[in-house]
């Protein structure tokens, strides 16, 4: 097969970008290095395209063994017509190939089975071809009649058992039937009658009805959930019309055969025996499969957002990890992420020691120059916002802001941590991990499993090796689209650039530990283990900043070298004047339409070009610092503060398949519903949106949002 077009055409792009990129995939290329570096080789594919072409690759070449195992199979059985065997290379699908290898896949014993041992498959072909004889059915069934089968009862029972499994076994039924199924069929959901659902988790699904068509994701997981903690029945239902014409469309049923009640039964026998429940497995496989592929999708989305935030890098930051007995953990981080101090203070139940940790505050704060108190969000976390913001908004240029602290514990108590902070309290690391994420949000989260970061839905239900698989590639896409500063990078954040991997890594920073600091990309080569190949494929993702070569604290590849500098020789420019000329200089060559000729005398593609002159501009930009700072407080609101139409501003925590929650500065996080947000806006997490207050509802803690607009 070629599966070149095959590709091509399933993914809707042309035939040369798939041939290069795959091409480019199988000789050992990362998908960052090829997205960002051999845009003229795959027509600028970007990198999502790319990673759709190496699933869609690793999928067909999965169909292409399984189909060579099924024509292997079939045709050492002697089965393996001419016709068959093209039906069988026809096929796009892995479902269509298992219906055309039902009928001759191994299985375990059945009753048409032991039938056909009995010798009576010629009388099932009679009642499968509905056969009009004159003779009745005692005097057809006599040759038929052995030691094995005494009488015509047990032999036309053996028949139809035959004749049952060729009719579910037929592709053409199977394949109609799951198609009336998928178009007109419901999933169901019930209570189990012993069960017991004490919170009422599951009370919308206890007797639930849906078109499998119109069923939604969450609700298709929800079931699944419910179904494996023994609360749920997830069945399934088709009008016996829709389902019966699938079976007439494939075999004949003529009333003037002596045969026609018989394959009426044996049909409506093996339907409900065989075919539907069949069916149904691979419907409901089929549709947990999509819902956890969308689930997946909104984790990826979400996980993209949170690593993206920008940095605040230049604060001195005071984090707070809250908690009521054993009190509260503080860790005082300088701009650079080191623990400068730390502490723990006891201002909540039981010992409400609010004064004295006021002071402590206090007095932290003026010793270290402290601008910006980060709140971890858990337990406690509004009753420390209180205490703070009493303090904050009497001091000017000091602000508090609240922070997820999901994964701080698991980052905690992980090998990790205790090689990075091995003198510290696991309860403190935990604060200084809420601090450090705010700091730097890419850097710290990193450490932790995706898994763990709590921007998902349904996390612990899905395949957890795709989940794994799709975060981790979201976390390296961000990681090399951002750039990693070789001589100050933990070994964590160097694992996820494009080559390396968590033994290069640890080689990379004990290099640098025992020679000192990388003066140039080049000298990455003296690293045990980092080959020609790993080395083209991660370089342009690590900074050197000052270094000796100033092109190497950008995004443009060592390769690209020589075309960078004749580039600043044809522009007379130099990398180290000041930003605004640079910028003014190569906006100018853009302008002046002359670009494709300065390609051509350089003998390199304009992609490239376009990449290094942005990297000229703005060398080593972090593409983070785009986006809006985070939403910074000095006071504290309470839900009894809220009323209908009140506009506030708030920050988006987490995006689900039926909204968004915000943070607007109270004890719980308000609900966008996707209904209120206007067609075209693209909400995600971190965003700082304008909402409006539609509904507060003070006993079960809930707040309506609409979006809202600022006041001129």
């Not at 065997?85 to 191994?106: G, H, R």
């Not at 990693?484 to 990078?489: L, Q, R």
């Not at 968004?660 to 519903?673: E, M, Q, R, S, T």
Request: neutral net charge.
């Amino acid at each position: 097969m070629d599966l070149i077009h095959t590709l091509a055409k399933g993914l809707d792009l042309p035939y040369n970008k798939i041939k290069n990129t795959v091409e480019l995939l199988e000789g050992g290329n990362t998908v960052p290095f090829i997205a960002r570096y051999r845009k003229e080789v795959t027509g600028e594919l970007d990198e999502e395209q790319i990673r759709k072409i190496q699933s869609e690759l690793t999928r067909q070449k999965n169909l292409e063994d399984r189909r060579q195992t099924v024509l292997q199979s079939i045709e050492e059985q002697g089965k393996l017509t001419a016709t068959l065997k093209q039906n069988i290379v026809n096929v796009s699908n892995m479902t269509e190939l298992e219906d055309l290898y039902a009928p001759y896949k191994p299985k375990r014993r059945t009753r048409a089975m032991d039938a056909r041992d009995k010798g009576l498959e010629p009388l099932a072909k009679m009642i499968l071809d509905q056969e009009i004889t004159p003779q009745n059915l005692d005097e057809l069934v006599q040759p038929f009649l052995t030691q094995k089968v005494k009488d015509v009862e047990t032999t036309i029972a053996g028949a139809k058992d035959i004749a049952a499994e060729v009719v579910c076994e037929n592709a053409a039924v199977r394949k109609m039937t799951r198609e009336k199924y998928l178009q007109f069929g419901r999933i169901t959901g019930n209570k189990r009658l012993d069960a017991s659902d004490e919170r009422k988790t599951y009370e919308v699904y206890y007797d639930f009805s849906a078109l499998i068509k119109f069923v939604k994701p969450y609700q298709i997981l929800a079931l699944n959930r419910g179904a494996k903690g023994k609360i749920l029945k997830v069945g399934f239902s088709l009008d016996e019309k829709e389902w019966w014409s699938a079976i007439c469309s494939a075999f004949k049923f003529d009333q003037r055969s002596i045969f026609f009640e018989l394959l009426n039964e044996a049909a409506k026998d093996g339907v409900k025996r065989l075919l539907l429940p069949s069916i149904e497995r691979d419907i409901l496989r089929q549709l947990t499969e999509d819902a956890e592929d969308h689930a997946i999708h909104l984790f990826s989305e979400n996980l993209r957002a949170l690593l993206t935030q920008p940095p605040l890098a230049d604060q001195t930051i005071l984090a707070i990890d809250p908690g009521y007995r054993t009190g509260s953990k503080i860790a005082v981080l300088d701009p650079f992420g080191k623990v400068l101090t730390t502490r723990t203070f006891y201002p909540h139940p039981p010992q409400n020691k609010k004064d004295e940790a006021a002071e402590i505050l206090k007095a932290l704060i003026e010793k270290y120059h402290v601008n910006l108190i980060v709140i971890g969000n858990g337990t406690a976390s509004r009753e420390t916002e209180l205490l703070v913001a009493e303090i904050t908004k009497h001091q000017r240029g000091l602000n508090y802001t609240i922070t997820s602290e999901a994964g701080a514990s698991v980052y905690s108590a992980s090998k990790l941590a205790r090689v990075e902070f091995p003198d510290l309290d696991v309860s403190i690391r935990g604060a200084v991990s809420i601090g450090r994420r705010v700091q730097d949000p890419l850097a710290e989260l990193v450490k932790i499993d995706p898994r763990s970061i709590g921007v998902g839905l349904y996390q612990h239900d899905i395949n957890q090796t795709k989940l794994s698989e799709a975060l981790d590639q979201v976390v390296e896409s961000v990681v090399n689209a951002v750039g990693v500063e070789v001589n100050s990078a933990s070994a964590t954040l160097l694992t996820h650039i494009a080559g390396i991997g968590p033994a290069l890594a640890e080689k990379i920073v004990e290099h640098r530990e025992e020679h000192g600091p990388f003066s140039d990309r080049q000298a990455l080569l003296a690293v045990a283990g980092m080959g020609a190949k790993t080395f083209q494929q991660a370089a342009g993702f690590l900074r050197i900043r000052d270094g000796h070569n100033p092109l190497d604290a950008t995004a443009i590849h060592p390769e690209s070298y020589p075309i960078a500098k004749k580039i600043l020789e044809n522009l007379q420019l130099d990398i180290h004047a000041d930003p605004q000329s640079r910028i003014q200089v190569v906006e100018k060559a853009k302008a002046s339409q002359m670009l494709q000729k300065l390609a051509d005398d350089l003998q390199t593609g304009l992609p490239t070009l376009a990449d290094i002159l942005d990297e000229i501009a703005r060398p080593g930009r972090d593409p983070r610092k785009d986006l809006p700072r985070p939403l910074l407080r000095k006071d504290v609101l309470s839900m009894e503060d809220l009323s209908s139409g009140m506009n506030l501003r708030g920050t988006i925590r987490n995006v689900v398949d039926f909204g968004a929650f915000i943070d607007i500065g109270v004890k719980n996080d308000g609900l966008l519903h996707r209904s209120r947000i206007p067609k075209g806006i693209h909400l995600q997490i971190g965003d700082i949106v304008d909402v409006l207050i539609l509904s507060v509802d003070h006993d079960r803690g809930r707040i309506a949002l609409g979006m809202g607009e600022r006041d001129p």
